[in-house]
């Protein structure tokens, strides 16, 4: 018997889409006398005026000189925008000469501060960060306010919002874990907001007057700032004499230049079949002209042209990654630089050079870098996805350094990685030392005939496969934590994949 339900019938074929239902937004977005239609996400047609757009948005300037597709009305044309209508509401509302609205909520302040940011709105900016702080907005929820100010960069809202968290007590969160609001954030912001906390001094001079705020003093001093930090590792590198073998080829068909300037005579093919992304992460910024009498592109001087590509490393680093490519003998010796080591890994991470990858990580273990440098390696093992390199990076820096001492190291990965990987770091080494300061230091027989008993059983990097003992990396990181690599090669994570 057919289906009474409409929804289980299917469509005809050829029965054209039902139109899309759309509303107009209420006043002042709705006036005969506008020029242009700003349709939002979710339906709702924003009639505005193009001069107000043009004035206050450079992105809307130069999107309304762009030729209409066939059928647009030239005289009020429409542009469908990702913005719900809400946002939009706000939004508009900031950019026309009228009071700004009252902005209740820190979700909405968000979504109108991306707006602004997109489409370069100076004054929607301002008026999205003044928002931010206002008093009722940040002593509700200081930390979602320090997570917003740091992801748009806005360093001086950052701040205030820090200090509203520590002064109110509400950052001693960040100790007992409580702070999945702040994974978006960078690590290196989430570990300045540790500092300041830290630094947090209590003036009172007996503990009944303790819970006074104004007996409260932070130093930020000693404080990077928030959004910014301390960009890459400080490289003293100086650039190679020369290009040798086999990198000087004649018969090259493009030139990777690096950061210091050194060209790099290299096959298309080989590159190709290392990475199918890596020319698609670097442009072509110009043509080299080069003596030589082979087939290709010829200038106007009849010398051949080869494309030149720009990449952001430099010339050791490049050397080092395109030996790791090319049939022929590595330098193994030269990765025994920690520094290097960690440019060369996260290169080939970037470039989506798995052969290189591989060999760096197996190098790890051979120069016992996962001993040495246990906390910058497990950022960029959570950057590849590298779970099983993550998790002996975590547990070597639990076994070889206090607990107190994770919590103020600092290296420049952090820069580059969402905090939600340090939190749980963090919450994991608790944990564990927890776990081992409440059991006896003397092994029984039987801990040490089996492994998985040891107290120290968290701390191994093999205990997770056979103990109901070390559960604490699963608790803290289960299967769907660590992100897999980005499909294009590059070295961003994904911030959903590191959400609580």
């Known amino acids: 018997m057919a289906s009474s339900n409409p929804a289980a019938t299917p469509r005809a074929a050829n029965t054209p889409p039902q139109p899309r239902q759309t509303r107009k937004a ?217 290009v040798t073998e086999p990198f000087n080829a004649p018969n090259a068909d493009l030139i990777l230049r690096s950061s210091d300037s050194v060209d790099f005579r290299v096959s298309r093919v080989i590159i190709s079949y290392a990475s199918s992304t890596f020319l698609q992460q670097l442009r072509p910024f110009e043509l080299a002209e080069e003596s030589v009498p082979t087939d290709g592109p010829r200038s106007s001087t009849g010398e051949r042209s ?60 051979a120069l016992k870098f996962m001993a040495l440098y246990p906390l910058q390696l497990y950022f960029i093992a959570i950057k590849c996805g590298a779970q099983e390199e993550a998790r002996a990076s975590a547990a070597a820096l639990i076994k070889h350094s206090a607990i107190s001492a994770i919590r103020q190291r600092y290296v420049p990965e952090m820069e580059t990685t969402p905090a939600g990987p340090y939190r749980r770091l ?3 080494a608790d944990e564990c030392s927890a776990a081992a300061s409440n059991t006896p230091h003397t092994l029984s027989p039987k801990a040490i005939r089996e492994p998985s008993r040891s107290p120290l059983a968290p701390f191994s990097t093999t205990s997770s496969a056979n103990s109901g003992n070390s559960g604490y990396w699963e608790k803290y990181y289960p299967p769907t934590f660590l992100p897999t690599p980005h499909p294009n090669g590059s070295n961003l994570l994904s911030i959903a994949s590191v959400r609580a």
């Open 306 to 365: 080869l494309p030149v590509y720009s990449m952001t490393e430099d010339s050791i680093v490049v050397d080092t990654l395109l030996r790791m490519l090319y049939p022929v003998a590595h330098d193994l010796a030269r990765l025994s630089d920690p520094a290097l080591f960690l440019d060369v890994l996260e290169a080939a991470h970037k470039y989506a050079l798995e052969k290189a990858e591989k060999l760096m990580w197996e190098s790890c273990t």
């Open 26 to 242: 209420t006043d002042p977005f709705d006036r005969d006398d506008a020029d242009l239609i700003i349709r939002a996400s979710d339906g709702v047609d924003f009639h505005v005026h193009r001069l107000i757009l043009s004035l206050a948005s450079p992105v809307f300037a130069g999107m309304l000189t762009f030729p209409q597709p066939p059928g647009t009305d030239p005289d009020r044309p429409v542009v469908d925008v990702l913005e719900d209508s809400e946002t939009l509401n706000v939004f508009l509302r900031v950019l026309y000469p009228m009071p700004d609205p009252d902005i209740q909520s820190l979700p909405l302040i968000r979504k109108v501060l991306a707006a602004a940011v997109k489409y370069d709105a100076a004054a929607a900016v301002a008026s999205a960060k003044k928002a931010l702080i206002l008093p009722h907005v940040v002593k509700k929820d200081p930390l979602g306010v320090f997570a917003v100010a740091c992801l748009f960069e806005a360093e001086t809202e950052a701040k205030v919002a820090a200090e509203e968290a520590v002064m109110s007590g509400r950052a001693s969160e960040l100790a007992r874990g409580n702070s999945a609001v702040l994974d978006e954030i960078s690590a290196g912001a989430y570990h300045r907001l540790l500092e300041l906390d830290r630094s947090r001094k209590d003036s009172s001079t007996s503990p009944a007057e303790a819970s006074s705020r104004s007996d409260l003093q932070l130093d930020f001093a000693g404080v990077l700032s928030f959004c910014e930090g301390r960009r890459g590792r400080p490289s003293t590198r100086q650039p190679i004499p020369s």
């Open 426 to 428: 963090l919450l994991y």
